[in-house]
């Protein structure tokens, strides 16, 4: 399953024991009535959270957990996580596409020269407005 939205915050990364280590972030939805959503990252994935800053438009992958867990007065909670396995920067993604598309375009042999005289040429009209 896949969520796109903007990062809203990012924890530190929290070492629950010797073995193992959490790291959460919010993630805000874009749709009509927005949700802040915390999700979370364990162990050597905790490095995915390390180029994402607050603001940034990305895209996660996760799974969802759920078990259960009996307190000392014999309750049955439920919880819930969701587990994200990949992140994709989308604002990196942009750039990174447009890069590409720069690259090509010069690699096409057109001068850029060009595009930018027929982008500045002021074109002479007659029209009123």
């Not at 009535?33 to 959270?49: A, F, G």
């Not at 993604?93 to 002021?122: C, H, M, P, R, W």
């Amino acid at each position: 399953m896949d969520i796109k939205g903007k990062v809203i915050e990012v924890m530190q990364t929290r070492k629950v024991s010797e073995k193992f280590q959490v790291r959460e972030f919010v993630l805000e939805t874009d749709e009509k009535y927005p949700q802040q959503i915390i999700m979370q990252v364990t162990q050597e994935r905790c490095s995915l959270l390390d180029n994402i800053e607050q603001g940034n438009e990305v895209q996660v992958f996760i799974n969802v957990r759920g078990r259960a867990w009996t307190n000392p007065q014999g309750e049955v909670k439920y919880f819930n996580t969701l587990e994200v396995w990949k992140i994709t920067n989308e604002d990196e993604a942009s750039i990174e596409s447009y890069q590409e598309d720069l690259n090509k375009f010069q690699k096409s042999g057109i001068e850029a020269n060009f595009v930018e005289d027929a982008i500045s040429t002021e074109v002479d009209d007659d029209l009123p407005f």
